[in-house]
């Protein structure tokens, strides 16, 4: 189980013949993700990983119609063609690992993506692991079976690093992961903390779910809204970082480029509005797990 | 980045909005002289500073002579608004000001698209005005034609989409005695990732938010990212801080854990630093030889969570590059864990050896925070 993805899930890369899109393919498929070709402009004809690569979305869509999710591997200037490419295909699931595109840009792919319901994770996003059966990016690298097992507690995270850190703390608490997933640190996030916790609801497998906020922006507080309409009922421990952020003004960017310092916003303001509705806040990150253990094993 | 007030309005005016005639005047330039040349009795000198509220907080004053000027400057030079530090003042003539308005169009990360939100009640801060007195219009950044007949909508919407705005507010907006609409106030960001479409924004003054210029050091911090592989690994991210805790983090998202696990600790930082991504060894060496050349350390605390695709032997080599050439006398602690680690671990103690540093290293099994607590330990 978990979310996301599955033994049916088919990978296309765009960018696979670069080096992060080439050592990715490496990663995914020694992890055991179907990854089964890859785009690049130019480049049709060649092999990565032993895997075709095509020169646009489209042809490889006509060898391979089975594909359905596509991980984004290409410079930022080169983002929002790649993108619509892909949602010009249908491809139900993109994951956008390519760091600081334009704003505009990921507003143009945001809103072609609504209209034909297609989601896309990130940008700015590492990837997502389902643990057992595969994972888009390169989430725990070389180390990914020190870190994941399959297990039941979901993860989400707005730091790459933290996804892979957080998933590490389960794991050496003896627990296992069902999914961890790190939507990114952008001022637009394709898929947020409460689109992933409505999934993780439905997912058996899922007995909690903890995740990694910042200071800055507004999708914690979308959590609380879900929570309210009893869209997710499952226990959830929070940590929101960025508390000394307090000492900035107004306006600055202290973190990732949507941890911007505003009223309403810090994390401590946030953690107060999220316990309010019954969600454990960690002081520290590390004690995320010990508070989800709790609630799953104290009876 | 942030723009100043008439650094945005140049830009408004660039897309036909009017907006009112002054001078700017920077520290050390002569206000008498700009003044007298701008040709207006009655002026309104504004500091300029990157977040609004100045009005609230003393940083605009009526002037109608010489003298007035003079002391307005001076004053408004030695102050700081709200933390932050006077990079200049606006000299502008006085509105004859018949009503006030507000417009601005930000991005919705509900919708995730652009919004605009206009009220007829301006000149107030927007988080005051009741909810129903504010008009939000939905829109969609495919659309270039904007359908809303608001004063400036239209023009603000082009100047929105050609600049890579991510924020562009006007309070207020305001309709002179003669009919006339002005911007009277300009508040725009813009979207830094989109600088390569966009040659001019390099003319821009370095500036930070904080209640000082820039220092050499995050200056020269800047520098280290720009260039052709600038989305390649970054090592660009220094704010400097009153500590004397040096600071070397990995990732946004540690970053600003560890930090708040560092004034938990009772330690303050002497900088804010992370490097992310994969970086290369000469870009973290640059970066660790800034942060351990700010004087007056006390300690040094490198730390990371568990790295997924970060080279640490690679991104450990330039600090080893920069420890080897400062030799601190101040304890270290690191801790880090992912790819290559045992390699990063062996190398970056060897140099802590061969230099004699006081180091501690922690992999995987102690968690950040534990080592925050370890380097006050050390300076007890």
Known sequence: MGILLTENTNVLIQGMTGKEGAKAAKAMLEYGTKVVCGVTPNKGGQEVEGKPIFNSVKEALKKFPAVNATAIYVPPFAAKAAILEAIDGDIPLINIIVERIPIKDMAYCLAAAKEKNVRIIGPSSLGLIVPGIGRIGVVGGPLVNEIFQPGEIGVISRSGGMTNELSWQIRRAGLGQSAAVHVGGDLLMGTTYADLLRLFEKDEATKAVVIFGEHGGSYEFEIIEAIIKKEFTKPLAIYIGGKFANVFPEGMNVGHAGAIVAKGQGAAEKEKALSEVGVMIAERYEDLVQLVHNQIYAH | ?380
């Open chain 2, 1 to 380: 980045m942030n723009l100043y007030e008439f650094e945005g309005k140049q830009l408004l005016a660039k897309y036909g909005l009017r907006i009112p005639k002054g001078v700017v005047v920077r520290r050390g330039e002569d206000a008498i002289f700009a003044y007298e040349n701008l040709g207006v009795a009655d002026v309104v000198v504004k500091a300029q500073v990157l977040s609004g509220k100045r009005g609230k907080n003393n940083g605009i004053i009526f002037c109608s002579n010489s003298e007035e000027i003079k002391k307005a400057v001076d004053e408004l030079f030695q102050k700081n608004i709200r933390g932050q530090y006077v990079a200049a003042v606006l000299l502008e003539e006085k509105l004859a000001i018949e009503e006030e308005r507000y417009i601005s169009i930000v991005y919705d990360t509900t919708t995730k698209q652009p919004i605009l939100l206009y009220t007829e009640a301006g000149g107030m801060d927007i988080e005051d005005v009741a909810h129903e007195k504010i008009k939000k219009i939905a829109l969609d950044i495919r659309q270039e034609n904007l359908l809303v007949s608001l004063p400036y909508a239209r023009e603000l919407w082009k100047c929105f989409l050609t600049e890579d705005t991510r924020q562009i507010e006007i309070n207020p907006l305001v309709r002179t005695v003669g009919g006339e609409w002005v911007a009277a106030d300009a508040k725009i960001a813009l979207d830094e990732d989109a600088f390569y479409r966009h040659e001019d924004w390099k003319n821009f003054d370095a500036r930070t938010m904080l209640g000082r210029l820039p220092t050499e050091r995050e200056l020269a911090v800047k520098k280290i990212d720009e260039g052709e592989g600038y989305y390649r690994g970054t090592a660009g991210k220094y704010i400097e801080m009153d500590g004397d805790i040096a600071i070397l983090f990995s990732g946004g998202g540690a970053s600003i854990a560890n930090m708040d696990a560092l004034i938990k600790a009772s330690l303050k930082p002497a900088n804010y630093t992370e490097y992310s991504g994969n970086p290369p060894r000469e870009k973290v060496y640059a970066l660790a030889k800034i942060v351990l050349s700010k004087p007056g350390l006390r300690g040094l605390w490198i730390a990371g969570g568990v790295a997924n695709f970060t080279n640490i032997a690679e991104t450990f080599h330039g600090i080893a590059d920069a420890l080897a050439e400062i030799k601190p006398t101040y304890p270290i602690v690191v801790r880090r864990a992912g790819p290559f680690e045992d390699e990063g671990r062996r190398l970056i103690e060897e140099c802590a050896a061969r230099n004699g540093l006081t180091m501690q290293f922690f992999g995987k099994e102690t968690s950040m925070s534990d080592t925050a607590q370890v380097l006050a330990g050390l300076l007890k």
